[in-house]
């Protein structure tokens, strides 16, 4: 079986190394990722501008990679596209570097990176680990093997994929595994201006993480209790519950509505 693997945080990075060694104990591997590190480009893709691929040594069994000038969505995208010969029986993105929780989502390239190849309908995986300073990926990337072997017997159902968060512990000291929901969070001080020498304005943007929603059955709750994280996440992003009060706004913005 063929399994697509990609990330944000570039091909180069330590933890798509690991993902991919992992997952070749299962299936073939192909890595298609971005040059350089694409962090929080969400969905983005690339339009204006030609994309071009290098090929990057790799350990065998899988023996080269396939660098990318775009976003992980790109890759992805391309690789379904243009470069596999078949498609993928599965698309894994990370091992991130660091926390994909609650609203992040929506941020991620990693998520992006299975986000589309759920839209392309292909059993899909984001992955990351979550922690601070040396990251050592090697039981994310066992339990990522783990987890991929069950989703390949098993399937996942149209329109889903799922959010894997991985704390950085020890494997002794993780608590076990969570099936959980989004939490909230959104980020506070995000802008930093700044004057450059001569004398003209300039912003970074950064900013605090500030948790609204950290629920027990949340991602984020889970986390700071040591679990891991396993969310499914779907394309449809509607709010079915709003929609019948929705519809009372329809005779204000439509006279006559409902009278034909």
Sequence with gaps: MLILVTNDDGIHAPGIKALSLALAAIGK??????????????????????LRITEVPWEEPIGKGLAINGTPAD?????????????????VSGI???????????????????????????????VSLVGEGEFD????????????????KRGLP??????????????AEIRGIAITRLGRRRYINTVS????????????????????????????????????????LQLDLTHYAFQEELSTYLPFLWPGHGNK
């Excluded at 379904?80 to 078949?86: G, K, N, R, T, Y």
């Excluded at 990926?137 to 390949?152: D, K, P």
């Excluded at 149209?158 to 494997?171: A, R, S, V, W, Y």
Aim: with cysteine; glycine share 10%; net charge negative.
């Design 96 to 126: 991130n570097r660091g926390e994909n929780l609650g609203t992040d989502v929506l941020y991620s390239g990693t998520v992006s990176g299975a986000i589309e190849g759920c839209i392309n309908g292909r059993p899909s995986l984001a």
């Design 29 to 50: 591997v192909v890595v298609v990722a971005p040059e350089r590190e694409r962090s929080a480009i969400g969905h983005g893709i690339t339009m204006h501008k030609p």
């Design 75 to 91: 890759c992805v995208k391309l690789a379904l596209d243009a470069l596999l010969e078949e498609p993928p029986a599965l698309v």
């Design 193 to 232: 201006c700044r004057q450059d020498p001569r004398g003209r304005a300039y912003y970074w943007l950064a900013g605090e993480k500030e948790d609204l929603d950290q629920g027990p059955d949340t991602d984020i709750g889970a986390l700071s209790r040591g679990l891991i994280s396993l969310t499914p």
């Design 137 to 152: 990926f090697t039981f994310a990337a066992s339990f990522t093997a783990r987890l991929a072997r069950e989703i390949l």
């Design 158 to 171: 149209d329109g889903t994929l799922l959010n894997l968060n991985i704390p950085h512990l020890p494997e």
